[in-house]
Nanobody, 124 residues
Framework: QVQLVESGGRLVQAGGSLRLSCTASGRTLGSRAMGWFRQAQGKEREFVAAITWSGGSTYSTDSVKGRFTISRDNAKNTVNLQMNSLKPEDTAVYYC?????????????????WGQGTQVTVSS
């Protein structure tokens, strides 16, 4: 079993930057693909970005391309999301998720492990 804990969320002004981190415990991230999702109040959980086990391939949703970067450090069992040029519409609870598979995926049901989430609030 893998436990995921997110950190780094806070209130930030529009145009600012945040770095979210996800730390795994229980078992190593190993060969698992990892992803970040977000859920704004009253909306469904949506895909943000994903990364393969090697870190060699990443994918992100169009709304964050050029602004957000996903990365991972398997030696430290962490996955990070660097968020730049933040906008008020980025306000949401951000969740880290992991798959048993090494293949990228963009839908919540494709992920087997979830963190509790960290709140990101972007003020205008």
């Amino acid at each position: 079993q893998v436990q995921l804990v997110e950190s780094g969320g806070r209130l930030v002004q529009a145009g600012g930057s945040l770095r979210l981190s996800c730390t795994a415990s229980g078992r190593t991230l190993g060969s698992r693909a990892m992803g970040w999702f977000r859920q704004a109040q009253g909306k469904e959980r949506e895909f943000v970005a994903a990364i393969t086990w090697s870190g060699g391939s990443t994918y992100s949703t169009d709304s964050v391309k050029g602004r957000f970067t996903i990365s991972r450090d398997n030696a430290k069992n962490t996955v990070n999301l660097q968020m730049n040029s933040l906008k008020p519409e980025d306000t949401a609870v951000y969740y880290c998720a992991g798959r048993k598979s090494s293949v990228l995926a963009t839908t919540p049901p494709s992920y087997d492990y979830w963190g509790q989430g960290t709140q990101v609030t972007v003020s205008s």
